[in-house]
């Protein structure tokens, strides 16, 4: 079973940029693949950015040219790091891992997922 603790959320001004850090309970990054979604109140969640195990990437279009996934297999952490940030990024923001994911940014292609982790951009 695997588990994911992520951290890094806060409050930021438009422009700003955050952090997020997604720790995984045993050797996850280099066999599974992992995503980023969030999810807005009222609103369904949404892919953000994934990994797959060899480190191909894609991102939504919202979030190209100012969100960056990384991970470090060796430490277990994967980050997504966030610039330029928007208040309609404002959302609670979850890491998921799914073993034949890919870089899907589809939900239902990943099997865990941790508790979330806050952000709010002010304007």
């Known amino acids: 079973q695997v588990q994911l603790v992520e951290s890094g959320g806060g409050s930021v001004q438009a422009g700003g940029s955050l952090r997020l850090s997604c720790a995984a309970s045993e050797d996850t990054y280099s066999s599974y693949c992992m995503g980023w979604f969030r999810q807005a109140p009222g609103k369904e969640r949404e892919g953000v950015a994934a990994?797959?195990?060899?480190?191909?990437?894609n991102y939504a279009d919202s979030v190209k040219g100012r969100f960056t996934i990384s991970k470090d297999n060796s430490k277990n952490i994967l980050y997504l790091q966030m610039n330029s940030l928007k208040p309609e990024d404002t959302a609670m923001y979850y890491c998921?891992?799914?073993?034949?994911?890919?870089?899907?940014?589809?939900?239902?292609?990943?099997?865990?997922w941790g508790q979330g982790t806050q952000v709010t951009v002010s304007s």
């Open positions: 998921a891992a799914g073993r034949y994911a890919g870089t899907s940014l589809a939900r239902e292609t990943y099997n865990y």
């Open positions: 990994i797959d195990s060899d480190g191909s990437t």
